[in-house]
């Protein structure tokens, strides 16, 4: 399983702001926030259909990185994490 450190690092070279994307064969939209000097990651995305969403809340501790996925287990917010490829900006 990826860990907590690992999909931050992920996430902290996403851009801030709603981006839109594909994941697992449909269109996602997915927006990240960076709070009180980077030490919260948050992420909450919709397929564009609204039939799905993932969401989850990365704080950052002395220990590394700690992940609170929004009622959803971690497994589902990795997997998003992971294969989600942003479309390019026309």
């Not at 709603?18 to 990240?32: C, D, I």
């Not at 709070?35 to 590394?64: I, M, P, W």
Request: charged residues 25%.
């Amino acid at each position: 399983m990826t860990t907590a450190d690992a999909l931050a690092a992920i996430l902290e070279r996403w851009p801030e702001g709603t981006v839109e994307g594909r994941f697992n064969g449909g269109k996602w939209r997915a927006s990240l926030t960076r709070e009180t000097s980077a030490q919260k990651l948050t992420l909450f995305a919709r397929t564009a259909a609204g039939g799905d969403f993932v969401s989850a809340n990365f704080y950052r501790l002395q220990s590394g990185w700690a992940a609170r996925p929004c009622e959803m287990p971690l497994s589902k917010v990795a997997a998003f994490i992971e294969g989600f490829r942003p479309e390019a900006a026309e």
